[in-house]
């Protein structure tokens, strides 16, 4: 685990050290054990290291005239297989000069054969160029500023800026975005002058030269894999096994963030197998959230499934409980605005600090997660969408009565699913003007599935399949528009991200699947985990998100995904004799949206003197008038949407309070 930063001189000028100290300086609040700074002139790089993979206390700081040099924040999970494959004479010890060699040995391609998380810059002095890549899902942080003169760049963006090689100057799209729900950009940061390198690309930057590419994207294949259903179990189990695997090994204690639900048990399980190999008589660390106060978001029972499953041969496992219903997003909004270099926009990012903090002091220096299985393996509801387009009604009530049956919620359930995967298939034929088979589905929608005809009217309006891509991605409700300052509303960076919300119309669970697979809030989330991972010195690693799994994922038959109203088909047959047959073949999953909603009460009059108080520049995004109503409605009626809206203007205030403090 790292941090990087760097400036290359692409006018022929000599790169500042004082500004790459200054970029240091302002990434200082990342975690280290060591430091190192380098220059020769043209170019100026820099890292701070956190010893957290083998052979990281051992990578060597550069020195001198040197014709390659690295900075890199990297965990390579192939490395016995690079190094046989390039043949190397020698095998690195630390990964960043595992990277560095292989570069040297094979040139840019070498990107598309690492395995793990990475983000690093190569300066190759002759060419007088720096070669960057990203990992395939945006684990690792990479931000940039570039003009004519000179190109910087650094793990988090703000150093850029602390260094006078940016303005600062704020970005009202990211910010129209965070207003929208819809941060979906791969690209943008809050500042204007800086973006982000995307996931799965390389950069090579030079006098004159700038050239961006991809050198992986998820896909779909031809052809669906075969085997039997055992097989394929069999292969998915492997995958995910191994992912864990190479997720274990670390210098620490290892420590899982559990939930009780399907991905962090199976990944806690297989974590507690992968280091009972590794470091015998090691235990895993489980880190969970609990809501005594409000049973409808608790998980204790299923948690404690976990912890009593196994025998012997696993590790141990040793528990750490947070009262997440006696703390709330309010309660850490300040570290969390101040570690995010923006309004905050996900609630829950409390428990991550907290859980974090926690395995901290116990001194766990990784962490796994589960994070996002769900999109990773899929839920295959887009079954329902496939067969309303073949017009299969008998099929599609089927699927639909089995798949919410098993959900243990049937009518609201069932309305949901005909809203977010049936009644977008209307506005689909309208616009390849199907009129005989859009008036044949709205037809069948009313009488044999029982969707009114106002319904039926709402989903032929413009914009009609934005609430399936919702569903698709994980999207929440968007702020209510009321709330947002008409001036705003009105502004060309507010309606050219408005705008730009995607609509695409995935029609068969492949496409749903990819979708999701392409989705900007993964790089998201996983800048967000970086950053507190980073302040709390605990780099956190994602199993779900190993291109291998991904790859195999992808190429899965329909079956697989969604079988007789069971989603995830794949991996509850493949964690047989892995996870307890409860959790195995679980329904539901607690809602945290109950604790949430009830959790801002406590602080209302904080937040009402938030608004009140804010810096004037708040009222050019919001309407002050307009959040005091809601926040009346809210302490009267409590509810998650509208919680959303007002933890976020919350954070707002204190990120521009933040702002003016700097």
């Known amino acids: ?23 240091g300086a302002a990434l200082a609040a990342r975690k280290a054990d060591r430091a190192w ?24 700081a550069p020195d001198g005239a040197l014709d390659h040099v690295i900075a890199c924040d990297a965990r390579i999970d192939n490395r016995q297989e690079l190094i046989a494959k390039f043949a190397l004479e020698a095998a690195p010890e630390s990964d960043s000069a595992l990277i560095l060699a292989l570069y040297k040995a094979a040139g840019p391609e070498i990107v598309k054969h ?18 960057c890549a990203r990992d395939h899902f945006g684990e690792k942080p990479f931000s940039y500023a570039l003009d004519d003169k000179r190109f910087a760049f650094a793990s988090e963006g703000h150093a850029i800026v602390a260094a006078n090689l940016a303005t600062g100057r704020v970005n009202d799209e990211r910010l129209a975005d965070f207003l929208l729900h819809n941060p979906d950009s791969l690209t943008a940061t809050i500042y204007e002058e800086i973006v982000r390198l995307p996931p799965a690309h390389t950069l090579v930057i030079g006098p004159g030269t700038c050239e961006i590419a991809p050198y992986w994207q998820p896909a779909i294949p031809a052809e669906p894999i075969g085997g039997s259903d055992d097989e394929i179990a069999a292969r998915f189990r492997g995958l995910l096994a191994q992912a864990v695997a190479c997720r274990v090994t670390a210098t620490t204690p290892v420590g899982c963030f559990l939930s009780g639900g399907l991905d962090s048990s199976a990944v806690t399980m297989l974590a507690r197998a992968a280091l009972a190999s590794e470091r015998p008589g090691d235990a895993v660390l489980s880190y969970s959230a609990i809501f005594p106060d409000v049973p409808a978001s608790d998980e204790r029972q299923w948690i404690e499934l976990v912890e009593q499953a196994g025998d012997a041969s696993l590790s141990p496992l040793r528990r750490h409980w947070l009262r997440a219903d006696q703390v709330g997003p309010i309660d850490f909004a300040k570290d969390l605005v101040s ?7 996900t609630p829950n990012l409390f428990k991550t600090w907290a859980l974090g903090a926690a395995a901290r002091q116990d001194g766990v220096g990784v962490m796994l997660t589960g994070h996002d299985g769900d999109t990773v393996v899929s839920h295959g509801f887009a079954w329902l969408t496939e067969l309303t387009l073949a017009e299969d009604w008998d099929k599609l009530d089927l699927e639909l009565t089995r798949i919410c049956e098993l959900l243990d919620s049937y009518d609201w359930v069932r309305a949901a699913f005909l809203r977010d995967y049936v009644l977008p298939v209307l506005p689909y034929l309208r616009d390849r003007f199907a009129w005989l088979r859009m008036a044949r589905l709205a037809r069948v929608l009313r009488r044999r599935f029982g969707v009114s005809r106002k319904d039926i009217a709402k989903a032929l309006v413009p914009g009609g399949t934005l609430r399936l891509r919702r569903a698709l991605l994980g999207r929440g409700k968007t702020a209510g528009l009321a709330e947002i300052a008409p001036g705003f509303r009105a502004s060309p960076a507010f309606r050219r991200r408005q705008a730009a919300i995607h609509k695409d119309f995935p029609t068969s669970v492949a496409a749903a699947h990819l ?16 950053r507190i991972g980073s302040r709390l010195g ?9 291109r291998r799994l991904v790859e195999f994922c992808l190429s899965l038959p329909r079956d697989q995904k969604v079988r007789d109203g069971w989603t995830r088909f794949v991996m509850r047959r493949a964690l047989g004799g892995i996870l307890p047959e409860a959790i195995r073949w679980r329904r539901d999953k607690s809602n945290l949206g109950h604790n949430f909603a009830r959790s801002l009460l406590k602080d209302s009059d904080a937040i009402r003197g938030a608004f009140r108080s804010a810096p004037d520049e708040f009222s050019k995004y919001w309407d002050r008038a307009a959040l005091e109503d809601l926040l009346r ?24 309070r933040q702002r003016s403090d700097t």
Do not use: K
């Open 37 to 60: 700074l380098w220059s020769n002139g043209v170019c100026a790089l820099g890292a701070r290291l956190l010893h957290r993979s083998p052979g990281a206390d051992r990578e060597t």
């Open 538 to 546: 605990v780099e956190m690693r994602h199993p779900f998100f190993d």
């Open 339 to 345: 570690c995010l270099d923006e309004p905050v926009l």
């Open 114 to 131: 690492l395995e793990g998380a990475f983000a690093f810059a190569i300066f190759d002095a002759r060419a007088q160029t720096l070669f």
């Open 633 to 656: 409605r809210y302490v009267s009626d409590p509810g998650a949407s509208d919680a959303m809206t007002l933890h976020l203007a919350y954070t707002h205030t204190l990120w521009l």
């Open 1 to 23: 685990m790292g941090t990087i930063f760097g400036i290359l001189q692409r006018d022929g000028g000599d790169a500042d050290r004082a500004r790459l100290e200054a970029m």
């Open 515 to 530: 979708l999701g697979m392409q989705s900007p809030l993964i790089a998201e989330t996983f800048d967000l985990f970086d």
